[in-house]
């Protein structure tokens, strides 16, 4: 009689797989994340948030290791330096673009990108550092001893945090003025200053929101690997993520994360083996490339709708 | 229908001139609009019309004259300063947030109403709640006199024109503004929705005691709201005066005719 064959530990195996691609996808989605707030505010593709996560993860570093602050009080001091991040830029760069195209805004953050990673190197040194803020490491016994099955403390917080985060973000965007005001000044501009929003205000706040949002990813990246400079690498990851879950949603945002997570590793692990490797370097971006043809706008990215 | 009565000046522009290089939009346009009135602006396509409602509230700024709102004189608008201190306006091409729902474009509109800080609007609770609540009666309250309680939750790119319409009059409503200016606000309308609006406009300027600036195409529509009518074309002001002054005067006739009036 023919059988499926399924062993158990083979499903275990699976599953396994599967969750760590999750986990990894997770991190993905909080790049991608920060990316949305600020496109969906401002139509602009902010090219330096990957080097935004960099940045605040090494002033965390930074704070604690130099200044021999407790993780508490590093953290603050960080999202302090986000803020004032978001108003310089809004000052130095967004205020004397208005109006411009989006490619010149695009060109502008790459400026901010390498502008971001130099100062990084000048204040804090380009050695790698180990960032410990107490985020729990290692196996989670739970996980092992009821379902037999690996994975690590960390990637459990960082989903966690991930999850907290969304719902947060979601109910401001949704169920505040603030949040009104952002989604307003991505729709039509005059409309909304004429109801008396200001857009630099809505710049700063949406800036700082997302470069909070930065210090996030880079907590949980740096807690994983290590602070390095390769960390501002992990911004062209989030690049599929966004194809994927369409540039204007929030949700999409971490599905699409998710998705790319679990298919790579799914595919390097059942794929790999045939094709002689590493299908996790490029798989997020054929399916990236997939979506471009078939469907533009993402999985949640909404389509323009236009009356004639 | 009984005299209307007037309060003082509300609004006067002074000699504004406003050019693009050299290409000059407003030449030396002064007029003044009275508290509680309904003063419309007209003249062919291309007159200056929208131009001169975006130096009021201070999307174009003119490089001659003053403008003069509820007594401080400015040289120039700034938009947040004109709908912080009560000037509100609609579009002539619509200018909603598409993907909002009509009960949100609405809220929008009650932005400068609503003060508690982005700490306690990001937890969500306290003030900011109570906030909230209260301006969201505001918003419903605007709804019931719009009639558009069927489309509250509709995301406002979906619904038909005359409906888009009747929302963001609503949005500029929500910031109770004492001067209100309308862009053509009939424009693209049928003879029912144009009744409707109409009405609504008598309706605000008679409840709420709203100034409004009015532009129209529609001179039927034009003579019975208006209590005066200002004409410009190619820039320059033709005309000034009550709808039947307007009406027989030989050079507006000329403007929109081309030809001698029979």
């Known amino acids: ?308 | 229908m009984s005299e209307r009565t007037f309060g003082d000046t509300i609004l006067a522009v002074k000699n504004i001139s406003l050019s693009f290089g050299v290409m000059k939009v407003l030449d030396n346009i002064s007029f003044d609009i009275k508290q509680g009135e309904i003063r419309s602006i007209i003249g062919p396509n291309g007159a200056g019309k929208s131009s001169m409602l975006n130096v009021i509230n201070g999307f174009y700024h003119p490089q001659e004259g003053s403008i003069t709102f509820k007594g401080e004189t400015r040289k120039r608008m700034a938009p947040h300063a004109a709908a912080s201190h009560g000037i509100a306006r609609t579009f002539q091409n619509i200018a909603l947030f598409k993907g909002m729902s009509t009960l949100d474009n609405i809220m929008t509109g009650r932005n400068l109403k609503m003060k508690t800080n982005i700490f306690w609007q990001a937890l969500h609770i306290g003030p900011a709640r109570r906030e909230e609540l209260e301006n969201r009666e505001a918003a419903e309250r605007i709804i019931d006199f719009l009639d558009i309680q069927a489309i509250r939750k509709k995301p406002v790119g979906k619904l038909p024109y005359g409906l888009q319409k009747r929302v963001e009059l609503g949005r500029a409503l929500a910031a109770e503004p004492e001067l209100l200016l309308l862009d053509e606000p009939m424009a693209g309308m049928n003879s029912e929705e144009k009744e409707d609006m109409s009405r609504f406009i008598i309706d605000v300027n008679d409840e709420f005691g709203t100034t409004i600036a009015l532009i129209e195409h529609d001179m039927g529509v034009v003579m019975d709201l208006s209590d005066r009518v200002v004409v410009l074309d190619y820039g320059k002001q033709l005309a000034d005066g009550l709808p039947d002054e307007v009406r027989s005067n030989q050079a507006v006739i000329d403007a929109y005719l081309g030809v001698p009036h029979e």
């Open chain 1, 1 to 308: 009689m023919p059988t499926w064959g399924f062993r158990m530990s083979e499903v275990t195996f699976f599953i396994e797989v599967a969750l760590s691609g999750l986990m990894a996808g997770v991190m993905y989605s909080l790049v991608a994340l920060g990316f949305v707030l600020i496109f969906k505010a401002s139509g602009i593709f902010n090219f330096a948030q990957g080097v935004m996560a960099l940045f605040a993860a090494l002033t965390l570093v930074g704070f604690m290791e130099k200044f021999g602050m407790p993780a508490w009080l590093a953290i603050i001091g960080t999202i302090a330096v986000m803020i004032a991040l978001a108003w310089l830029i809004e000052k130095l760069m967004l205020r004397h673009l208005v109006n411009q195209e989006p490619i010149i805004l695009f060109m502008a953050t790459i400026g901010l990108a390498y502008v971001l990673e130099g100062i990084g190197d000048i204040v804090w040194g380009s050695d790698v550092k180990v960032l410990d803020i107490g985020i729990p490491q290692g196996a989670s016994d739970y996980m092992l001893d009821n379902f037999n099955i690996y994975i690590e403390k960390l990637e459990i917080f960082a989903a966690a945090t991930a999850g907290i985060l969304v719902v947060f973000l979601a109910i401001f965007f949704q169920k505040t003025r603030i949040g009104r005001a952002l989604r307003a000044v991505a729709d039509d501009h005059q409309a909304a200053l004429s109801v008396g929003i200001s857009l630099r205000t809505i710049w700063v706040i949406v800036w700082s929101v997302s470069g909070i949002v930065a210090l996030v990813a880079g907590i949980m990246w740096g807690s994983k690997s290590g602070v390095q400079f390769s960390l501002s690498l992990i911004a062209l990851k989030a690049l599929p993520v966004l194809i994927l879950g369409g540039f204007t949603s929030v949700p999409g945002a971490i599905i699409g994360g998710m998705i790319i997570g679990v298919g790579e590793k799914v595919a390097e692990v059942y794929l790999g083996p045939f094709v002689g490797g590493a299908i996790e370097n490029w798989f997020a971006y054929m399916l990236a490339l997939a979506f471009l043809l078939f469907r533009p706008q993402g999985l949640f990215g909404e389509r323009i709708i236009e009356r004639v």
